[in-house]
C-alpha cells in the first residue's frame, strides 16, 4: 500500500493538559501500525499545520485542536480530501456546541445550562433545583485542569462562573453532578474495538452479569454521541448511577487511549485503511 500517503498531525501542548507525552504516544503508534501496512505516514506538529506549511499529503489524521487548524482541516475536507476526525467533528466537541448536540439527540445527558460567564447564575440554579454541579468552559476546548470545576452549591459555581469570566472565558456550561461510578471509554466508528473501566478502581473486574449489561448499552450511548458529533475516533465518560442508569458526561475527540494504546492503535490504523479502500471504489 505504497500509494497510501498520509499526514499525521500532532496535538498542540496547550490543548493536552498533563497529557502531552500521551496524546503524542497514540497518535505515534497508530502511525507506525500504517506503516507497518505499507503506508507512508509523514508526521508533523500542529504548529507546523497550523502556520500553513505541512501536510499537503491526500489523507490527513490528526489530533488538532486549535482555531487554525480546525479551519483548515474543514477546507481539506471541503477540497475533497479524507481527514479522520472530521475537523467539523472536532468543532462539534466545543463544549457549547456538543451540549447542545447531545441535548438534541436522546442520549442520556445531566441537566445543562449554557450561560454567559458575566450573568448571575445562582438564583437560576437554585430555582432548577441544581446544587452540585460542574462548571465547563464552553467557548473552546479545554486547555487547563480549571477548565473544568466543581461547585458545591449555586453560590460556589457563581464563583467559578466570575473566575471564567476574569480568565477571559465568555461562555460556560453548567451541568448537573450525577452520583455514581465514573466509566471511560473509547471507540472507532465502523470497528468492533470498543473498551470502557472504572477508572476509580481500574484494578477491579465487574462481574460477567454488570459488564455484560453495561457494555452493550454503553457501546449505544457512546456510538450514537460519535455518530451524531461526526467523529471516527473518540472517547468520553459515563456516570454509572446506583439504580444501574448509564448518563453521558462527556465525549472527546480522539483521547490518549492510554490504558489500551496498542490495541487501540492497530484498530485506528485498520479502520484508516478500510476508509480510505472504500472511497475509493467506483460508485456503481
Not at 165 to 178: K, T, Y
Request: proline share 5%; glycine share 6%; with cysteine.
Amino acid at each position: 500500500m505504497a500509494d497510501i500517503t498520509i499526514a499525521a498531525i500532532l496535538r498542540a501542548g496547550a490543548y493536552s493538559p498533563n497529557h502531552i507525552g500521551n496524546d503524542a504516544a497514540i497518535l505515534n503508534m497508530a502511525a507506525d501500525q500504517l506503516r507497518k501496512r505499507g503506508c507512508v505516514v509523514n508526521i508533523y506538529s500542529e504548529e507546523q499545520f497550523a502556520a500553513g506549511g505541512a501536510a499537503d499529503e491526500p489523507t490527513i489524521i490528526n489530533m488538532c485542536r486549535e482555531p487554525r487548524s480546525i479551519e483548515l482541516l474543514q477546507q481539506a475536507e471541503d477540497d475533497g480530501r479524507l481527514v479522520i476526525n472530521s475537523g467539523y467533528a472536532i468543532e462539534n466537541c466545543i463544549r457549547e456546541r456538543m451540549t447542545r448536540i447531545i441535548v438534541g439527540s436522546n442520549i442520556p445527558f445531566p441537566d445543562s445550562k449554557v450561560v454567559n460567564t458575566n450573568m448571575v447564575v445562582k438564583d437560576a440554579l437554585a430555582s432548577a433545583g441544581i446544587s452540585r454541579c460542574w462548571i465547563k468552559r464552553a467557548d473552546f476546548h479545554a486547555q487547563h485542569k480549571e477548565d473544568v470545576s466543581y461547585a458545591r452549591n449555586p453560590e460556589e459555581a457563581q464563583e467559578l462562573v466570575q473566575e471564567y469570566f476574569l480568565r477571559g472565558i465568555s461562555r460556560a456550561v453548567i451541568q448537573r453532578h450525577i452520583d455514581g461510578e465514573l466509566i471511560q471509554f473509547y471507540g472507532i466508528t465502523d470497528s468492533p474495538f470498543f473498551f470502557w473501566f472504572f477508572p476509580m478502581h481500574a484494578a477491579q473486574k465487574p462481574s460477567a452479569e454488570l459488564g455484560e449489561s453495561i457494555d452493550s448499552r454503553l457501546r449505544g450511548i457512546a456510538s450514537t454521541a460519535a455518530t451524531e458529533l461526526g467523529l471516527n475516533i473518540y472517547g468520553g465518560e459515563c456516570i454509572l448511577s446506583a439504580d444501574g442508569t448509564l448518563t453521558l458526561i462527556d465525549v472527546n475527540d480522539w483521547p490518549s487511549f492510554a490504558p489500551c494504546r496498542p490495541e487501540a492503535a492497530t484498530a485506528i490504523a485498520k479502520s484508516v485503511i478500510a476508509t480510505i479502500k472504500t472511497r475509493r471504489q467506483p460508485i456503481s
